[in-house]
């Protein structure tokens, strides 16, 4: 008899990234990647992570080898909460839950508040990995309409009974905005209104170029929020570190399944992190990760405005890593995509990012990271990517 | 109004694990505990290690610290492929998904296969960090009885349509017991004979005493068979590393649910953990484990020949980390654990390794760890834990 592998049902939720593959399809010679979320390589401190574990392996070796604590290390979480309070957000450190990357925080929300068919509230676009990560958990998910402020606060009704809404206010992967303080505070009072609980994600909140953006929409919400942060854009994401700040209600369960997910986060990962941020770091080299982006921000603006056609529309994101391109009705960046890379450019197109019937109406739309190729190589990019556009534009118009 | 945050119901079935409650109740000073798995730290590779990171750091810091491919650091999975074909399973580094600890490996397994209601196969007892891993995917767990040679392949049949059936049959955590090479033959064509998908899990077979144990069941199982191992016990389980080998119809959603679940493993670990392992050092410090290990295997097979009171059975196991003890009948061991605790012993109750109805029969069951604690500290948690048996014991009898 043959062996019958049966698939759970969740099974057919999972699919490939389309990032991924189209990253995988990037990797090849002479082609700008504008495609990928990759922080620069060359800004990694290689230097203080250097001395960091030469301290972790020489000072503390066996505890760092060792089976560890699930909620995490207890130094690493106390830092954590001290940082969020600086930001506006005041949370104990026993309310800290260290993950494998910020994306292992999405899977246990998914995990611990997902049941078939309950409801998500989306932002439209969203962050495509949240999808991915609550996809498995069977959500109808929500979108909540919006504009260039973030979701609409009126449109939040829509919502009600979702068991959260999922939020990426800090210069939003894929479309660069950033809520303002006025609108986090319509929406946390929109979201009160209706007892809705919030998921706020926070992974590019320390990258911005002139200002801060305003404190945490958490801070406003108290037990109604649960906010993931991430060390991946401001010391390296090959660490996978991550964290979640969960209310009392809901920590034991994250917990729980935290335990059950891979026992703990590498303990070798978090004291080489603790090592690294404990004596403020961060504080110098995060403003020359933001001026470094600062000036790819700003190449890509300028070759967006010489080489786009006319009847492209781009934003212009005060911090992050992204800009969000909308085509003139008709054309297809998923389609075009394979010219592009023919050309010598990739992005990712944006309908991925879009959930039920907006995704095939958000076909016009993708998506360029500005982080991870130097201004140069941007401009060559951004360069290519305005002819091909410019052809498929001709093409479009002959056939009219 | 208050925010509502309802849970998923599959939250139910996560628990506190209960070792992990022990494990924090056994750190006060002056208990010799006999309750963790917990590797014997001071014989973690720290020398290896650090010449590794230093290694890794000097020559590929950017690819180490960079966001990398779900399915695991290419030569790491070559590594795998060939140490498995060494102990008789034959795989193509193709089907080597590196997962953050083998606990992610039973965490995936679960998420792609086991629906609500479905039906789960395991030993009796089995590892209690599987019944973690699968529960909140709500199956149903059939128990396979067996004997002190493992799983009986008479009894699968109680097993059919069962998603898999999931085996660790080196030295298993918590019976000690390892499956003979004609038991692995029967069990094979066993489930081969009822269609019936094994999910085995090797965290031990490293570590023999005398001889390695028979190849793993898979090798019999072809595509029939998921295979899951780890480097915690060889290496270090700070470094969370282990894998699952897959056959290609299950491979895919493996490695989607992957990068649902944290999108990769650390690639710095990964890097890490090759450059110590490449060159064969795992070939002069498994060995260097071994004899640490059975020293200390065999000082507490002479502590409790010497301090347990009649009436009491243990096995005596050839490799791994665990004794496996059986009280008199009336004896409870979970009940007895803090007098244990106060007279300066902990182990880990042995019922909770057991589903359904066999829980509550194996209350007078328990589990010692003789890894973490040297010899002479073996003999006097023994000591302590004789002591306390035989005074639970009298006072049995004066009540009788």
């Not at 995490?72 to 450190?93: H, I, K, N, S």
Request: net charge neutral.
């Amino acid at each position: 008899m043959t062996t019958a592998w049966t698939m759970a049902r969740r099974a057919a939720r999972l699919n490939p990234s389309t990032i991924r593959e189209i990253l995988k399809l990037t990797e090849l010679p002479g082609i700008v990647s504008l495609a990928g979320g990759l922080p620069a390589a060359d800004g990694f401190p290689v230097d203080a992570m250097r001395a960091a574990t030469e301290r972790v392996l020489r000072e503390q070796p066996r505890e760092a080898l060792q089976y560890a604590a699930s909620e995490g290390y207890g130094p690493l979480r106390e830092w954590v909460a001290g940082e969020l309070a600086a930001q506006g957000l005041t949370v104990d450190a026993a309310q800290v839950l260290i993950t494998t990357g910020s994306q292992q925080g999405l899977d246990l929300v998914g995990k611990v508040l997902i049941d078939p068919d309950s409801r998500v509230a989306v932002e439209s676009p969203t962050y495509l990995g949240a999808l991915q990560a609550f996809a498995p958990f069977e959500p109808r998910f929500v979108a909540v309409e919006g504009d260039d402020e973030g979701p609409d606060p009126a449109a939040l009704t829509a919502a009600r009974g979702a068991r959260f809404l999922y939020l990426l206010p800090n210069f939003q992967n894929p479309s660069g905005r950033c809520l303002s303080a006025a609108r986090r505070a319509a929406l946390a009072d929109a979201a009160t209104a209706i007892g809705l609980p919030v998921v706020e994600d926070n992974p590019y909140g320390e990258l911005w170029f002139d200002a801060p953006p305003p404190p945490p929409i958490s801070a406003r919400l108290g037990d109604g929020a649960v906010y993931l942060g991430s060390f991946s854009k401001v010391l390296a994401p090959g660490l996978r570190l991550g964290y979640v700040v969960a209310p009392k209600a809901l920590y034991p369960k994250l917990l729980q399944a935290k335990q059950a997910a891979d026992l703990h986060t590498p303990g070798f990962n978090q004291r080489i992190v603790y090592e690294v941020v404990r004596d403020g770091f961060l504080h110098t080299h995060v403003p020359a990760i933001r001026a470094r982006y600062r000036t790819q921000r700003d190449a890509m603006r300028a070759a967006l405005a010489r080489h786009l056609p006319s009847g492209c529309r781009f934003n212009a994101p005060a911090g992050g890593m992204f800009f969000w391109v909308t085509l003139p009705q008709g054309l297809d960046a998923t389609a075009l995509l394979p010219r592009a890379v023919e050309a010598g450019v990739a992005y990712v197109p944006g309908a991925p990012f879009f959930v039920g019937d907006a995704e095939a109406a958000h076909a016009n739309t993708l998506r360029l990271s500005f982080v991870t190729v130097p201004a140069p190589l941007i401009e060559q990019g951004v360069r290519a990517l305005g002819g091909v556009l410019a052809e498929a534009l001709a093409a479009q118009e002959a056939t009219q």
